[in-house]
């Protein structure tokens, strides 16, 4: 077994050694969700808390909870939720919510070296390695990096820039659900041979690879997903 497999459950590498074996000609990608798959918790959702927090949102109400206001909209619809908190970024000058993603990302302490391992690894062997994530793109920009996954290759939420300015206008596909499917299809242009994992914002994803693989944390289940995964037969790894 390859050493940047070994922390990984027997399932789960069988897997990927597997798949690398029998997928030798032509172009072979990999695609990984960021949030609950790279890195433990959800660096968007962080750092839209920061930004709040800070007060650094401009056409905004700061007497309403918006946090809370994005958390009750996730719960009717993911997608329109994800989109919703890169919208509130609108009117803010592109070069800030770069730097703040940067200095973010730098700080952010919940990376995983098994899997950064693992995308160097795949790298290693000819695979090219995306995230498809429904963060925000500027933080996921400069988190992606440090993960292992290079930057041109780091795709996020993202509305159109104007001027400088962040809009409102949000970039389609939104990179949730069947959007990260379009997404892959529109800017990497070939089937993944595996795609990781952890929630059912990656369902698609994970079904339209070759092969799926699924990331938990422990004590943290998502029982659809697993349930998917049993019934697909895709191994799951916990952390």
Same mark, same amino acid.
């Given at each position: 077994?390859? !050493?940047?497999? *070994? ?8 897997? +990927?050694?597997? &798949? ?7 172009r ?5 969700? =960021? ?7 959800d +660096? ?16 905004v ?7 809370? *206001?994005?958390?009750a ?9 994800y &989109?919703?908190a890169v %919208?509130?970024? =609108?009117?803010?000058? /592109? =070069?800030?919510? %770069?730097?703040?993603s940067a %200095? ?8 995983r070296?098994a899997m950064?391992?693992l ?5 290693? *062997? #000819?695979?090219?390695?995306? +995230?498809?994530?429904? !963060?925000?793109?500027? @933080? $996921?920009?400069e988190?992606?990096? /440090?993960a ?6 780091? $795709?996020g939420?993202? @509305?159109?820039? *104007?001027g400088g300015l ?13 959007g990260?499917?379009? @997404? +892959? ?7 993944p ?17 070759? %092969?799926?693989?699924? $990331?938990?944390?422990? #004590?943290?289940?998502?029982?659809? /997903? ?14």
């Amino acid at each position: 077994m390859k !050493s940047w497999l *070994e922390p990984f459950s027997e399932g789960f590498a069988a897997a +990927i050694e597997r &798949g690398l074996a029998q997928s030798r000609k032509g172009r072979r990608v990999a695609a990984f969700d =960021a949030d609950g798959t790279l890195w433990d918790r959800d +660096i968007g959702e962080a750092f839209l808390r920061w930004m709040i927090a800070g007060r650094k949102l401009m056409n905004v109400d700061y007497y309403r909870d918006l946090y809370a *206001e994005y958390e009750a909209m996730v719960e009717v619809d993911r997608v329109t939720a994800y &989109g919703h908190a890169v %919208q509130l970024m =609108a009117g803010l000058p /592109l =070069a800030d919510v %770069q730097e703040w993603s940067a %200095q973010y990302a730098y700080s952010w302490p919940n990376y995983r070296p098994a899997m950064k391992e693992l995308a160097l690894g795949l790298r290693s *062997e #000819g695979v090219e390695t995306w +995230i498809i994530s429904a !963060s925000n793109h500027w @933080t $996921v920009n400069e988190a992606g990096p /440090l993960a292992g996954i290079p930057r041109d290759c780091c $795709v996020g939420i993202r @509305t159109e820039v *104007e001027g400088g300015l962040v809009t409102a206008r949000l970039v389609h596909p939104v990179t949730c659900s069947q959007g990260k499917v379009d @997404t +892959i299809r529109k800017l990497v242009g070939v089937k993944p041979l595996f795609a990781f994992g952890d929630s059912m914002g990656d369902f698609e994803m994970l079904c339209f690879a070759r %092969q799926g693989l699924v $990331v938990q944390q422990h #004590g943290h289940p998502r029982p659809e /997903l697993l349930r998917h995964a049993a019934e697909r037969k895709w191994p799951v790894h916990v952390f």
